[in-house]
């Protein structure tokens, strides 16, 4: 077996911190029987995607390789998407930056767990479903509309703050601000979307639409409880257009997994196969990375991968979690 740390740099406040995590993992591997071990340090978004692809293409298929994502959704979406395709590959995320949501689902108490090199080395992994989105996978959501406008002012608020070690505590209210932010200014309205789920026509004028394949996002928010990454089916839910003073009073309510609540505000599917069309450029989330389209297909892919989990852990039952 061999392990590859790809890690973001970014998501370390001090040098010394990063340096002791790569003491851990030179600990991990200096005694007993000693495995082959690399580390990559990524430069900016989507580096990572062509060194892991390049290191797990040079592994013989016989042979499991180990990623390891260290940093923050971000570097973990860049992990997935450069060894998505091997099936000698499995994926570790180590939760190291501000939003990490994939191990919020195994409940944030557990982190430290996720954070112990010699504990995830030698743990077992487990298959969860993967969503296609065109050549991109993901494995946490994606967002259109509201939510992606909120991703992007608040990935503008957190540029301008300082990106301390507590930051991560305060991903969920900036997410709200920048909500409010994009609602003040006008960015964050209905619109008609051209909507397929399954072969049934869905279409509408929708506020926001968040496809889910887990439960949390945006740093602890819970908008899609019953979404689980190894039922085989994803979850979308759908905003119906409103208003802005409306758009921000069940805000709170969405953002807490209350939509049963409001079954004439929000509409709730499961499915395997969505595209969704606008006569509009839409802005999208994938995993919390952003983009501009006028088209996209979303497809589950049961079990597509296979992610490192410390033994004894299993994803929580959000829906006990809705507040």
Known sequence: ???????????????????????????????????EYKVYIS???RDAVAAVHRYVAGVGSGETVRIY????????????NGMAEFENAELASV???????FVTAFGTENFEAFRDIKLLSKAPSAPVDLIQCGSRFALLNCCIGAEAQAVMRMN????????????????????KIGALVGIADGTIVPKRYTVEIDGADRS????NINIANTAFNGGGNIPNPYAAPNDGELDVLF????????????????????????PQIFTHSRFREMSCRSETPMTVVLDGELFITSEITFKVLPSAAKMIVPEGLGFVDATERIR
């Open 1 to 35: 077996m061999r392990h590859y740390f790809v890690i973001n740099p970014k998501s370390f406040v001090l040098v010394e911190d990063l340096k002791r995590f790569l003491l851990s993992v030179e600990n991990c591997f200096s005694v007993g029987n000693r495995a």
């Open 43 to 45: 430069r900016y978004p």
């Open 69 to 80: 994502a260290v940093g923050g959704d971000g570097i973990l979406f860049d992990c997935l």
């Open 95 to 101: 939760p190291y930056g501000n939003s990490n949501d």
């Open 156 to 175: 503008g608020i957190t540029k301008a703050a300082n990106k301390g070690r507590y930051m991560r505590k305060f991903v969920p209210a900036l997410y």
């Open 204 to 207: 509408g004028e929708y506020t």
């Open 239 to 262: 905003l119906n257009g409103l208003s802005r003073p409306s758009t921000i009073a069940i805000m709170p309510e969405y953002t807490r997994g209350r939509f049963e609540k409001h």
